[in-house]
């Protein structure tokens, strides 16, 4: 017997996301997926937009790894809410994941979540956590080649952050190439160069957050 | 190793319907995968398998239908097949093209009895 069933197989996980997007709009919380690979520059980003944007939101953070909590100790200051998942093997978080550390925040006194993803250009993008947009970081050490390679994520993403421009010099990164091969992927996605070390270009991303937390 | 996530998500739907419909023994699934999911279906075979291993669904195999990239001009409305990322609108040539599948990642039927 051959039974017709058309069903999602992630509708079990976007119902749980459904969930949280609900929560994050009743209490008027912006919610950032960051995604990228291994070592692109995640949690520095966020040690900067957090210092950067000081007294200007009330930031939370939610840490993905598989395993330690050294980005939460890196993150945490004070005024930053910080929650540590270890998905003990996992390679992505999911919006049941989300969903249980949301129980350690406090949504009513936050203006931003900021969702720090395993680093993995594969799996994080195939799981919604409820959150209104995804921002992606690219580091020029990792080659102009990831949008031909991994194209699901540079379509789903809101925003590129192209990062560790200071090392262009040093390495074989075509920075055109890159974007014009991340536009034909996604021509919606918006692009923004910066060094997190040396802070240029952090001022322009700066001003799409306070716009997007402004629209929401 | 996403597909050992969407391995378990699959494992967990045929469940239910195995419920619904009073299956006892399930011969195969049918999946529709979108080629951007960048879904392994070796891999994916595999994790279903282990998952299935001891219980109700095991010796169930999966059947995928694997679904092309397919793309429309954001100029003239085009819809055309997306061989690789790079291709631009075969009638006017506009670069910008908005893709329209290849992101599929559907149960569609349950074979047993």
Not at chain 1, 203 to 213: A, H, N
Not at chain 2, 57 to 71: F, K, N, T
Not at chain 2, 97 to 111: P, Y
Request: proline share 4%; aromatic share 4%.
């Amino acid at each position: 017997m051959k039974i017709p069933v058309v069903k999602k197989v992630l509708e079990a996980n976007e119902r749980i996301a459904e969930e949280n997007r609900r929560l994050f709009a009743e209490h008027g919380v912006f919610v950032i997926n960051l995604v990228s690979g291994p070592g692109a520059g995640k949690t520095t980003l966020l040690e900067r937009t957090i210092k950067g944007l000081k007294g200007q939101f009330r930031f939370g953070v939610i840490e993905g790894d598989i395993q330690s909590t050294v980005d939460a100790e890196r993150v945490a200051s004070p005024g930053v809410s910080v929650v540590q998942i270890n998905t003990g093997g996992a390679c992505h978080l999911d919006g049941n994941m989300i969903r249980g550390a949301l129980d350690k925040l406090d949504l009513g006194r936050l203006d931003v979540l900021i969702v720090e993803n395993v680093g993995n250009l594969v799996c994080p993008v195939e799981f919604d956590i409820g959150e209104h947009c995804k921002v992606m970081l690219l580091s020029v050490s990792e080659g102009d080649d990831k949008p031909l390679k991994y194209p699901l994520i540079f379509h789903e993403s809101r925003l590129l952050l192209i990062n560790k421009m200071d090392l262009l010099p040093y390495v074989d990164f075509n920075v055109e190439k890159s974007r014009r091969e991340s536009l034909k992927i996604n021509p919606h996605l918006e692009i923004i160069e910066i060094s997190c070390k040396t802070g240029d270009g952090l001022t322009s991303w700066f001003d799409w957050l306070r716009e997007k937390v402004g629209e929401r | 190793m996403h597909e050992l996530s969407i391995a378990q998500n699959i494992i967990d739907i045929v469940c239910d319907q195995m419920r619904i419909h009073n299956l006892s023994r399930v011969e195969s699934v049918s999946l529709r995968i979108g080629l951007m999911r960048c879904v392994v279906v070796e891999s994916l075979s595999f994790s279903f398998d282990v998952l299935t291993s001891g219980s109700p669904l095991e010796g169930a195999h999966l059947e995928v239908e694997e679904v092309p990239v397919r793309g429309r001009c954001m100029g003239c409305g085009q819809e055309f097949p997306l061989k690789n990322w790079m291709d631009d609108c075969p009638l006017c040539r506009e670069a910008r093209v908005e893709i329209i599948s290849g992101k599929e990642l559907d149960i569609v039927a349950i074979e047993g009895d």
